[in-house]
């Protein structure tokens, strides 16, 4: 049974830097999409990155696309969002899922993802 544990979350300064992890396992990645998603307090959850994992197709959210790093840690079944530059606007829960279809594209939407770990809370507050 594929399982997702995030981590890294916290409470931030704005300008501040966090790095969420989402470690999967009882799978394999492989061809699969992990893609991260957050949800603020009264709005719906919306796309921030994907990676397909060994295809390398990437996709960034734009409003992040300059601060937000997703990448991969093949040997620890990982991956990983670094966030730079964080602003109040960031606060969300933030979700990591797996679209475990096989594709050459990131899936951006949440319907798309079969399996989801339990969420990471991100706060950006002075």
């Known amino acids: 049974q594929l399982h997702l544990v995030e981590s890294g979350g916290g409470l931030v300064h704005p300008g501040g830097s966090l790095r969420l992890s989402c470690k999967v396992s009882?799978?394999?990645?492989?061809?699969?999409?992990v893609g991260w998603f957050r949800q603020a307090p009264g709005k719906e959850r919306e796309g921030v990155s994907c990676?397909?994992?060994?295809?390398?197709?990437?996709w960034v959210e734009e409003s992040v696309r300059d601060r937000f790093t997703i990448s991969r840690d093949s040997a620890e079944n990982t991956v990983h969002l670094q966030m730079d530059s964080l602003k109040p606007e960031d606060t969300g829960v933030y979700y990591c899922?797996?679209?475990?279809?096989?594709?050459?594209?990131?899936?951006?939407?949440?319907?798309?993802?079969?399996?989801w770990g339990q969420g990471a809370q991100v706060t950006v507050s002075s």
């Open positions: 899922a797996v679209d475990v279809a096989d594709g050459y594209v990131c899936p951006v939407t949440p319907d798309e993802y079969e399996f």
């Open positions: 009882g799978w394999r990645l492989d061809h699969d999409a």
């Open positions: 990676i397909r994992y060994n295809v390398g197709s990437l």
